[in-house]
């Protein structure tokens, strides 16, 4: 297995990374700004209340998601300046091209990525 990946690759990865951060910035940025309408709309009844705390629930989860990938994606990119990108956080083995593929910002390996999720699992 290849080491290093190759330049195209990488740069590749660094315009995927860098546009993923563009779309996650400006879907915060909106979702901001669709908070701050609806709270002019009518306060009515109890109903409406409710449905907008569930609202207000459901963007903040989804912010810190998104936080999550674009520390995760701020970090992908730091790495690829320092050559280490595509190494796993965890047990430092490369993570296949395949995978970087399918989530270009992940930390780690499948098997690290795993054991992260179901500790109990762990042999
Ligand atoms: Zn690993």
């Not at 993923?20 to 309408?37: C, F, G, S, V």
């Not at 709270?39 to 810190?64: H, P, R, W």
């Not at 970087?100 to 999720?117: D, F, G, M, P």
Request: net charge negative; hydrophobic share 35%.
């Amino acid at each position: 297995m290849e080491i290093t990946m190759n330049k195209k690759d990488l740069a590749n990865f660094k315009k995927i990374l860098i546009q993923k951060r563009t779309e996650l910035l400006n879907k915060t940025n909106n979702a901001h700004r669709e908070m701050d309408t609806d709270s002019d709309i009518n306060v009515g009844d109890e109903i409406d209340t409710a449905s907008q705390n569930n609202e207000k629930e459901m963007y903040f989860e989804l912010a810190v998601n998104d936080k999550i990938a674009l520390d995760a994606i701020n970090d992908a990119l730091a790495k690829i300046e320092k050559n280490t990108y595509g190494k796993c956080e965890c047990c430092n083995n490369i993570i296949p091209v395949e995978r970087l593929k399918a989530i270009s910002w992940t930390r780690y390996c499948v098997q690290c990525q795993e054991e992260a999720e179901n500790p109990k699992n762990k042999k």
